[in-house]
């Protein structure tokens, strides 16, 4: 029997469909921008997420292209980030938004972070773009860490573990309850408590299942961190009007690697867009 978890109301009709289209003809200029510099990648990607969002409020089955066009914009922006904070000098030849785009280099910046790794891994897993992920997977904890105190130790061993799963690195037992240890309330005290429970810990307690093969607890784990996500989006007006909670991105990654590898995932929801789980749209374009 399929679950169905609704999504919260959010503002939809031709005011949000006017958002959206505002969004990404500003997007496409800050595009065009990051030829000249890519000082402001990291805002260039922050763009990028909030029109992925924005175009979800309105499609939140991605069943159009244009939603599917902003979750690969998304992607290559991310990855881009990445690329020209890697080196000082030159330029990273990136393909974003249908064109292969020469970007200048422009050396280490502190929003490549693992939070923005994360980000950036999650919608490659969901793009299915298995070169990025590799790519992602081999930049170093060192490149990733930010100044002491802005995140709980936790976020480093799971990246550790992501990378570690994805390039077949030994230790990832270990490497992923390491991980589930640290982002205990208990131990963990940067991130909010509801932001971590709610939002930051269900992908993590989702991934352990996908990897123990556990295609029964999955589904239950599933609609749980679904659940949260929702009840963390409509805590209060500000939370139930933020578009950044129209989808579960951690937790439709996860779930993308559960569909590819055929778990019965019986569950139906606007946080978790039908064709973005189910790769409709791969291959209608170069990413």
């Avoid at 919608?123 to 081999?138: F, G, H, K, P, Y």
Wanted: charged residues 25%; contains cysteine.
């Amino acid at each position: 029997m399929t679950v169905e978890i609704a999504r919260h109301d959010l503002p939809t009709g031709a005011d949000a469909e006017r958002l959206a289209e505002g969004l990404d003809e500003d997007l496409a200029e800050e595009i065009i921008h990051l030829e000249k510099t890519a000082a402001l990648i990291d805002s260039a990607f922050g763009s990028a997420r909030l029109t992925l969002h924005a175009r979800c409020v309105i499609d939140p089955r991605a069943a159009g292209v244009e939603t599917w066009e902003s979750t690969v914009k998304a992607l290559q922006i991310g990855s881009a980030l990445f690329a020209v904070t890697a080196i000082q000098e030159g330029a990273v030849e990136c393909r974003i938004n249908r064109k292969v785009r020469s970007i200048p280099a422009i050396g280490p910046l502190s929003t490549a972070d693992a939070g923005t790794w994360l980000t950036a891994f999650w919608l490659a897993v969901i793009c299915r773009d298995q070169e990025r992920m590799t790519q992602l997977s081999e930049i170093t904890l060192d490149r990733l860490r930010s100044p002491e105190g802005s995140y709980d130790e936790y976020i480093y061993h799971w990246v550790d573990t992501l990378q570690s799963w994805w390039l077949r690195r030994p230790g990832l037992a270990d490497k992923l309850i390491a991980t589930i240890e640290a982002s205990d309330p208990a131990i963990a005290r940067v991130a909010p408590q509801d932001l971590l429970q709610a939002v930051l810990y269900p992908p993590i307690n989702l991934f352990y299942h996908y990897v123990r093969n556990d295609r029964d607890g999955f589904t239950s784990t599933l609609a749980d961190a679904l659940k949260l996500h929702k009840t963390y989006w409509t805590l209060n007006e500000d939370r139930a009007t933020d578009i950044d909670g129209s989808i579960a991105l951690g937790p439709l990654a996860i779930a993308c690697l559960a569909y590819d590898a055929e778990f019965p995932l019986d569950i139906e929801s606007g946080y978790l867009p039908k064709h973005l789980l189910e790769r409709t749209w791969i291959g209608e374009f170069p990413t």
